[in-house]
């Protein structure tokens, strides 16, 4: 048990940074400052304006939304420029201007940390249309895809999710499943833990002050959305046979009584033979791919749920944890890094037994790559979506929504060829895209990119040699002349940095999710990135 820390978010608004100077020091300034303030544009919505309140998550949509409303609309953002809207936490500021919004445009699809949906939810005045553009805007000819995880990894990867929806509860989105561990049997301790984006680490499971009824776990229950799942590291102090119990419930809202899902107990072998767990005779062994403890609400059942071979949601299985053993084998021992702040894991230098996160950063998600608008045509399909919103709130500008939009739309419409163009320009061999963030899974399908990698290390171990030969070999074997990085993610990209530096590769910008003052607009942002793929890609140093 252990009290969870939660990212930095709530307090006044702060000032953008500003930055000067070619990438590469923009990239240095970034590491120093940037992860202490994003940036926005200041613009609070009111009761008293005439024109229509917009409400949206993040910059993007915010730009989108401006661009189809024009003069008659007033918009503002919740995540600020400069933040990752996976983990940003909204300030009281954010939610007075929920208050006073009369459209709101979310992206879903579980982008969005869990707090911006549901400040956005709770705070709506009743009939505000709320739109979430991801899912309507397959309606509008939208394409989704799958959303692409790293099955490389050389032990299992293990998280926590919820399947299903909910809905004969009468869950919404903003409901929540809580996933407590009520009792934890082993020769040593257990925790299970996610590092946030900056390093801290907050805590799911902790054995080594044991679990406490009274508060109803409290300190050792993971909290998801529905239809959604998320990483962590697993760490065992010791080796042998560990069992670990899980209790799952369904709460629809913060005032309702949680409804009971069950509970079910999970076997790990620790750096032994998984075979000779007691009780436990043919049992089968999960040793690798993607596993997730799963709480499944329309069924109200909990088991294992995995793709042993790594192939994604169209080979995951459901597995009986009653018949079932996850194996953490001798190969995940990894020692304490010097870092203070995981002590918890023993003295520096001491070995744990570690099953890794894989993914850094609180990063709950769905099985949807919900970064829609890294192909310009999705970013057409939200617009019209907008259009059609702000024709049913505001009829009497219904004119000026669908000639904006009009505009709007032949603009993107070049934009796009622009960017195909562009990137046909790239020799095919050397359209290999290398970054930090498992987000232009569109971009690549659109443009013709093949990602070869999003670099993902875990910064409460320091990177295996396993792991950099990998990103050398996958370097050296494509020949790919420069890695991406994403300016607001600049500090969480050593090892992608330090490999760069070793082979002597660009280290180029490339934008995600969130816009800063060099790149303020949707159309700034996909031409910038267009431009910097053929820069650093179409010809050798």
């Given at each position: 048990m252990r009290t969870q820390m939660s990212p930095v978010g709530a307090g006044a608004?702060?000032?953008?940074?500003?930055?000067?100077?070619?990438?590469?020091?923009?990239?240095?300034?970034?590491?120093?400052?940037?992860?202490?303030?994003?940036?926005?544009?200041?613009?609070?919505?009111?009761?008293?304006?005439?024109?229509?309140?917009?409400?949206?998550?993040?910059?993007?949509?915010?730009?989108?939304a401006t661009r189809?409303?024009?003069?008659?609309?007033?918009?503002?953002?919740?995540?600020?420029?400069?933040?990752?809207?996976?983990?940003?936490?909204?300030?009281?500021?954010?939610?007075?201007?929920?208050?006073?919004?009369?459209?709101?445009?979310?992206?879903?699809?579980?982008?969005?940390?869990?707090?911006?949906?549901?400040?956005?939810?709770?705070?709506?005045?009743?009939?505000?249309?709320?739109?979430?553009l991801a899912e309507g805007a397959v309606k509008y000819a939208?394409?989704?895809?799958?959303?692409?995880?790293?099955?490389?990894?050389?032990?299992?990867?293990?998280?926590?999710?919820?399947?299903?929806?909910?809905?004969?509860?009468?869950?919404?989105?903003?409901?929540?499943?809580?996933?407590?561990?009520?009792?934890?049997?082993?020769p040593g301790d257990l925790v299970a833990y996610l590092t946030e984006s900056f390093g801290n680490p907050s805590f799911y499971v902790d054995s080594t002050d044991g679990f406490d009824p009274a508060n109803g776990y409290r300190d050792d229950t993971a909290r998801l959305p529905p239809d959604a799942h998320t990483h962590m590291s697993w760490a065992f102090t010791k080796p042998g046979i560990y069992r670990l119990t899980i209790r799952a419930q369904l709460a629809l809202t913060p005032q309702a009584s949680p409804v009971p899902l069950g509970e079910q107990t999970f076997t790990f072998a620790v750096g032994v033979d998984p075979y000779s767990a007691p009780r436990m005779s043919g049992a089968t062994v999960l040793n690798s791919g993607h596993a997730d403890l799963t709480?499944?609400?329309?069924?109200?059942?909990?088991?294992?749920?995995?793709?042993?071979?790594?192939?994604?949601?169209?080979?995951?299985?459901?597995?009986?944890?009653?018949?079932?053993?996850?194996?953490?084998?001798?190969?995940?021992?990894?020692?304490?890094?010097?870092?203070?702040?995981?002590?918890?894991?023993?003295?520096?230098?001491?070995?744990?037994?570690?099953?890794?996160?894989?993914?850094?950063?609180?990063?709950?998600?769905?099985?949807?790559?919900p970064h829609l608008w890294q192909n310009v045509r999705n970013a057409v399909a939200y617009v019209e979506l907008i259009r059609d919103t702000l024709?049913?709130?505001?009829?009497?500008?219904?004119?000026?929504?669908?000639?904006?939009?009009?505009?709007?739309?032949?603009?993107?419409?070049?934009?796009?060829?622009?960017?195909?163009?562009?990137?046909?320009?790239?020799?095919?061999?050397?359209?290999?895209?290398?970054?930090?963030?498992?987000?232009f899974g569109y971009l690549g399908q659109a443009y013709g990119i093949q990602i070869s990698g999003f670099v993902?290390?875990?910064?409460?171990?320091?990177?295996?040699?396993?792991?950099?030969?990998?990103?050398?070999?996958?370097?050296?074997?494509?020949?790919?002349?420069?890695?991406?990085?994403e300016p607001n993610l600049a500090a969480r990209s050593a090892t992608l940095s330090e490999v760069a530096r070793e082979e002597r590769l660009r280290v180029c910008p490339i934008y995600g999710d969130t816009f800063d003052e060099h790149v303020t607009t949707y159309v700034d942002m996909m031409r910038f990135n267009a431009e910097s793929l053929h820069d650093c890609l179409a010809t050798p140093q």
């Amino acid at each position: 048990m252990r009290t969870q820390m939660s990212p930095v978010g709530a307090g006044a608004p702060r000032a953008c940074p500003r930055r000067a100077g070619p990438w590469r020091l923009v990239l240095v300034f970034t590491l120093l400052v940037g992860v202490l303030a994003g940036c926005r544009t200041e613009v609070a919505l009111t009761a008293h304006d005439q024109r229509v309140q917009i409400i949206t998550t993040t910059g993007i949509l915010r730009d989108l939304a401006t661009r189809v409303g024009g003069d008659r609309v007033r918009v503002s953002s919740l995540v600020p420029d400069g933040a990752d809207p996976h983990s940003y936490e909204p300030s009281l500021r954010d939610v007075r201007n929920v208050v006073y919004a009369d459209v709101a445009f979310s992206n879903y699809l579980l982008l969005e940390e869990q707090a911006v949906i549901k400040a956005l939810d709770a705070n709506l005045r009743a009939g505000v249309p709320n739109i979430s553009l991801a899912e309507g805007a397959v309606k509008y000819a939208a394409e989704i895809i799958p959303l692409v995880e790293d099955a490389s990894l050389d032990t299992i990867w293990l998280g926590m999710r919820v399947r299903g929806t909910g809905a004969a509860h009468g869950a919404t989105r903003s409901s929540d499943v809580l996933l407590a561990a009520t009792a934890a049997h082993g020769p040593g301790d257990l925790v299970a833990y996610l590092t946030e984006s900056f390093g801290n680490p907050s805590f799911y499971v902790d054995s080594t002050d044991g679990f406490d009824p009274a508060n109803g776990y409290r300190d050792d229950t993971a909290r998801l959305p529905p239809d959604a799942h998320t990483h962590m590291s697993w760490a065992f102090t010791k080796p042998g046979i560990y069992r670990l119990t899980i209790r799952a419930q369904l709460a629809l809202t913060p005032q309702a009584s949680p409804v009971p899902l069950g509970e079910q107990t999970f076997t790990f072998a620790v750096g032994v033979d998984p075979y000779s767990a007691p009780r436990m005779s043919g049992a089968t062994v999960l040793n690798s791919g993607h596993a997730d403890l799963t709480a499944d609400i329309d069924e109200g059942r909990l088991y294992l749920f995995a793709d042993p071979a790594g192939g994604g949601e169209a080979d995951q299985q459901v597995y009986d944890p009653a018949r079932t053993v996850i194996e953490v084998p001798s190969k995940a021992l990894r020692e304490v890094p010097g870092d203070r702040r995981f002590r918890f894991l023993g003295r520096p230098g001491a070995r744990v037994y570690q099953l890794p996160q894989a993914v850094l950063g609180k990063h709950v998600h769905g099985e949807i790559d919900p970064h829609l608008w890294q192909n310009v045509r999705n970013a057409v399909a939200y617009v019209e979506l907008i259009r059609d919103t702000l024709v049913g709130v505001d009829p009497s500008g219904a004119a000026t929504y669908r000639a904006n939009a009009a505009a709007y739309v032949a603009e993107l419409e070049r934009l796009d060829r622009y960017v195909r163009d562009l990137v046909a320009r790239i020799p095919p061999s050397r359209r290999h895209l290398v970054t930090t963030h498992d987000a232009f899974g569109y971009l690549g399908q659109a443009y013709g990119i093949q990602i070869s990698g999003f670099v993902t290390p875990n910064p409460a171990t320091e990177p295996s040699l396993a792991d950099r030969r990998r990103l050398t070999e996958t370097i050296r074997n494509l020949d790919i002349p420069a890695v991406f990085l994403e300016p607001n993610l600049a500090a969480r990209s050593a090892t992608l940095s330090e490999v760069a530096r070793e082979e002597r590769l660009r280290v180029c910008p490339i934008y995600g999710d969130t816009f800063d003052e060099h790149v303020t607009t949707y159309v700034d942002m996909m031409r910038f990135n267009a431009e910097s793929l053929h820069d650093c890609l179409a010809t050798p140093q």
